[in-house]
């Protein structure tokens, strides 16, 4: 019985010195708040500091499009491991501009010195910039980030555009204009006819078709004679609490006079923005759904699901 005792009161007095040890030394928590300018978001293997932001106009070689302007922002990546780590621009950020997902850009990057990209020995550091282009009107770019591409864990950086420094002056720029307001349409039923304009909603995704346009190609990328390339803007918003997957292949069927077309990734070229990738909980992405139609068109119909297994769909339709 007294070594029952004295067994007992010593693993009292273990858990109690464990839960303190616990206590004093909490783990890191980055997904509880945004993280700002020189302010460090800690991983197990990595230490993220985000020390700058600054804006570019680029190079006669390297330029952003009418409306935009290359954004890099600055980060100090610490290994606070005992082994290597291997750090990647593609695979360990993602970047939203005013809620609306963009995409790593290596013409914005050739205006900034140094990439995060590489491998870092134990206990050392990189610096260098993440680079984006966004509308030259931005209020807020948000970069979530992770030390490991396969973790679940990950923090965010917000950044307000009152923190750059030397900011060019405001011009009109149509790309951050306010959209026509959207009619909603629920779609417990498949809805059909939408228009411009017009939004289905799901039960995780939003979408909204707000342009369609032709175009001729390019030398490299050009429609077949008789042909032309059409690009259907759309804006997919997540409406959900969790990551979604978009697929350009797998969510949207197109016809064109009652005829089945095909995705083009040729007519895809010949517009800025896909609309494949994930989207956090609470943020939208915004590209073109490419195709190839006969010059003479009249009339093309989209359908999209927010899943490819789904029933559920809902239809646009566009007249010339």
Do not use: H
């Not at 005992?82 to 993602?94: H, I, T, W």
Request: proline share 4%; aromatic share 10%; net charge negative.
């Amino acid at each position: 019985m007294k070594k029952f005792l004295i067994s007992t009161l010593l693993l009292v007095v273990l858990i109690l010195s464990v839960t303190s040890c616990s206590s004093n030394n909490p783990p890191p928590n980055n997904e509880e708040a945004p993280f700002g300018l020189n302010e460090v978001a800690t991983f197990e293997d990595l230490k993220f500091t985000a020390t700058e932001i600054t804006e570019n106009l680029g190079t006669q070689l390297f330029a952003p499009d009418e409306g935009n302007v290359f954004v890099g922002i600055k980060f100090t990546i610490e290994n606070i491991s005992s082994k290597e780590q291997s750090v990647s621009s593609m695979l360990l950020f993602e970047p939203y501009c005013d809620d609306v997902k963009v995409d790593y850009s290596l013409s914005a990057s050739a205006a900034f010195e140094g990439s995060l990209d590489g491998s870092i020995a134990a206990g050392k550091k990189l610096v260098g910039y993440y680079s984006i282009e966004v509308p030259a009107l931005w209020n807020t770019i948000e970069l979530e980030v992770k030390s490991n591409w396969l973790s679940n864990k990950s923090a965010t950086f917000v950044f307000n555009r009152d923190l750059v420094n030397n900011q060019p002056p405001e011009t009109n720029n149509p790309l951050t204009s306010s959209p026509e307001e959207s009619t909603v349409v629920e779609t417990t039923a498949p809805s059909k006819n939408l228009s411009l304009n017009e939004s289905a909603v799901f039960k995780k995704l939003k979408f909204t078709a707000t342009e369609i346009v032709e175009n001729t190609g390019s030398q490299l990328f050009k429609p077949a004679e008789g042909k032309i390339f059409i690009g259907i803007k759309l804006t997919i918003e997540n409406i959900s609490t969790q990551e979604q997957s978009i697929s350009s292949l797998m969510l949207f069927n197109a016809y064109c006079e009652d005829i089945k077309l095909d995705y083009s990734f040729s007519a895809n070229s010949a517009f800025e923005g896909t609309l494949d990738g994930e989207v956090a909980a609470g943020k939208k992405l915004v590209g073109y759904y490419g195709i190839e139609v006969p010059s003479n068109w009249k009339t093309i119909e989209l359908e999209v699901k927010e899943d490819w297994l789904s029933n559920d769909s809902a239809s646009f339709v566009f007249s010339k």
